[in-house]
């Protein structure tokens, strides 16, 4: 079975600067794909970026990019130039790629974004 | 709007009831997937179905049920409420099923159900 754990409960950070979620996972998988979904307060389930294991380039839209460690296992976000809109849930996500499709979540980490 | 559609978006229920909450897949997606997410917390699996039959299972109550239909469409139905199953739930939809998809679910706005 596949485990995601978030370490940082809540996060702040200043608007227009930038910030670090961290995400860890556990997995005997060789193919696998890892997520990270947004939840705002409307509690809307948004997917903001995604990196398949095989592809060893960090993925990155716009803003947001990830530090994608596999041999330590390690999932992190970096979102630049935070914006009051990114104030939300953060959640990181696994699935491997041959087993149903099935998302697992981490806890969750609450950032807030002060003005 | 994300293309899948959850209703009802807020439900009420006493304890001991029985509620049916429904879903409609984004147009294309054979895929349907139910979450629960209690207060503040993550996001856990329920079940899976697949252009009508059950894919995969989660950590799903006896008490709770889904089905697939014809159209795609998905119900969970949760009898026998307890205070404990408020929550939000979840209804996601992707293309396909395990291995022909690199992508994420889109999800649904969910149900939020509040037993008392």
């Known amino acids: 079975a596949q485990t995601v754990t978030q370490s940082q409960p809540e996060m702040s950070v200043q608007e227009a600067e930038t910030v670090t979620l961290s995400c860890t996972y556990d997995t005997s998988e060789s193919n696998y794909y890892l997520f990270w979904y947004k939840q705002p307060p409307s509690r809307q389930m948004i997917l903001v970026i995604r990196q398949e294991a095989y592809k060893q380039q960090n993925a990155t839209e716009n803003r947001f990019s990830v530090n994608f460690q596999k041999a330590a296992k390690s999932f992190s976000l970096k979102i630049s130039d935070s914006q009051l809109g990114d104030t939300a849930m953060y959640f990181c996500a696994f699935r491997a790629s041959d087993a149903g499709n099935m998302l697992t979540f981490g806890g969750g980490t609450r950032l807030m974004v002060k003005p | ?116």
């Open chain 2, 1 to 116: 709007d994300s293309g899948v559609t959850q209703t009802p978006k807020h439900l009420i229920t006493a304890t001991g009831q029985r509620v049916t909450l429904r879903c409609s897949p984004r147009s294309g997606d054979l895929s349907v997937y139910w979450y629960q997410q209690s207060l503040d917390q993550g996001l856990q699996f329920l079940i899976q179905y697949y252009n009508g039959e059950e894919r995969a299972k989660g950590n799903i109550l006896e008490r709770f049920s889904a089905q697939q239909f014809p159209d795609l469409h998905s119900e969970l139905n949760l009898s026998s409420l307890e205070l404990g199953d408020s929550a939000l739930y979840f209804c996601a939809s992707s293309v396909a099923t395990a291995g022909q998809s690199p992508y994420g679910y889109t999800f649904g706005s969910g149900t939020r159900l509040t037993v008392v």
